[in-house]
């Protein structure tokens, strides 16, 4: 089994930035892919970005690429998302994943461990 625990959302305005951390724990995390996902309300979740176990690959969604980067820190059995030029638009819940593979999956079905979330709230 692997826990994750989201960290670093909060309240900012338009522009601004943030970085989020997802914390494993349980078994070895750097032979598991790893995705951020996130749901506003009324809406379903969405893929935002993941990164294979090596770190060596990443995908985005289209709405976050060139604003968002996502990486891992495998020594530290962490991944983060650095969120960079928030928008309003970018409002959610943001879950972290993990995956039995060292692969990327771009759907939340991939995914067979998840956080809590962390609540990301961007003022226009």
């Known amino acids: 089994q692997v826990q994750l625990v989201e960290s670093g959302g909060g309240l900012v305005q338009a522009g601004a930035s943030l970085r989020l951390s997802c914390a494993a724990s349980g078994r070895t995390f750097g032979n598991l892919a790893a995705g951020w996902f996130r749901q506003a309300p009324g809406k379903e979740r969405d893929f935002v970005a993941a990164i294979t176990w090596s770190g060596s690959n990443t995908s985005y969604a289209e709405s976050v690429k060139g604003r968002f980067t996502i990486s891992r820190d495998n020594a530290k059995n962490t991944v983060y998302l650095q969120m960079n030029s928030l928008k309003p638009e970018d409002t959610a819940v943001y879950s972290c994943?993990?995956?039995?593979?060292?692969?990327?999956?771009?759907?939340?079905?991939?995914?067979?461990?998840w956080g809590q979330g962390t609540q990301v709230t961007v003022s226009s």
């Open positions: 994943a993990a995956r039995r593979s060292a692969v990327i999956a771009l759907s939340a079905e991939g995914y067979d461990y």
